[in-house]
């Protein structure tokens, strides 16, 4: 395992553990819903199947598809907020 790799896990387990990764899904949840993110996506999913018919599209064809529009449509006010209080987290329970 790379030592990024260890760090990531390290973080996450941190994270998981004092709950705070809850708290950022749901902080995630609510602002990608809040700036419009959310129902973009859906309109995004009606066009895929729409495209190549119900019949055609399983659930795993719809997230590949999907993923990469997803990801770019999340706005970077949405990203730094989160980065801030990960940073944040971090600082206040350094070990």
């Known amino acids: 395992m790379s030592k990024d790799s260890r760090m990531k896990a390290t973080v996450n387990q941190k994270l998981t553990e004092m709950g705070e990764r809850e708290r950022l899904k749901e902080l995630l949840r609510a602002k990608l819903t809040e700036c419009g993110w959310k129902d973009q996506m859906k309109a995004?999913?009606?066009e895929v199947i729409k495209e190549k018919g119900l019949e055609h599209v399983t659930v795993e064809d719809l997230v590949v598809e999907i993923t990469p529009k997803g990801r770019a449509l999340v706005p970077d006010s949405v990203k730094k907020e989160l980065l801030h209080r990960i940073?944040?987290?971090?600082?206040?329970h350094a070990t």
């Open 87 to 92: 940073r944040a987290f971090l600082a206040q």
């Open 44 to 46: 995004h999913c009606k």
